[in-house]
């Protein structure tokens, strides 16, 4: 697992969970995996991307599911909105101490990718990050 995905993950929680306790709270954002429970999930994968010379081009999906159709959709639009920007040179600082610096675009809109069989619906979005190698 990448230190992006984690760094993602940070940033997600600190930019709109910002009451998130990882002591007393439970998971919900998971790297790598979609697990069965709980209902609402969001999920950080990495998937190839390319080689640069002095940034690599990352390839990177956030799905967001959810038993509600609207909550599901709302919350990847939440994310799309944080990460992505109109301008092409906007930099998020990422990681604990804010040294990883990124540009994020996102690939498309937000789309349906699936209704599981527990009738929970999962909305996803794509994006490219110019950032460092880890």
């Known amino acids: 697992m990448s230190d992006l995905?984690?760094?993602l993950k940070s940033y997600i929680l600190a930019e709109l969970f910002p009451d998130f306790d990882e002591d007393?709270?439970?998971?919900f954002i998971f790297l790598?995996?979609?697990p069965d429970t709980p209902d609402t999930?969001?999920?950080?994968?990495?998937y190839p991307g390319k080689d640069g010379l002095i940034e690599d081009e990352r390839k990177i999906q956030i799905l967001c599911r959810d038993a509600s159709y609207s909550s599901a959709k709302s919350?990847?639009?939440?994310i799309?909105?944080?990460?992505?920007?109109?301008?092409p040179?906007?930099?998020?600082?990422?990681?604990?101490?804010?040294?990883?610096?990124?540009i994020i675009r996102s690939q498309q809109p937000v789309f349906k990718l699936?209704?599981?069989?527990?009738?929970?619906?999962?909305?996803?979005?794509?994006?490219?990050?110019?950032?460092?190698r880890d």
């Open 80 to 87: 799309r909105n944080l990460l992505s920007s109109i301008n």
């Open 32 to 34: 790598d995996s979609l």
């Open 5 to 7: 995905l984690k760094d």
């Open 89 to 102: 040179e906007e930099k998020h600082f990422l990681g604990e101490s804010a040294d990883r610096v990124a």
């Open 41 to 46: 999930v969001i999920v950080i994968s990495e």
């Open 24 to 27: 007393d709270d439970d998971n």
């Open 114 to 132: 699936d209704i599981d069989t527990r009738e929970r619906i999962v909305f996803c979005c794509n994006y490219v990050i110019f950032t460092c």
């Open 75 to 78: 919350q990847a639009n939440s």
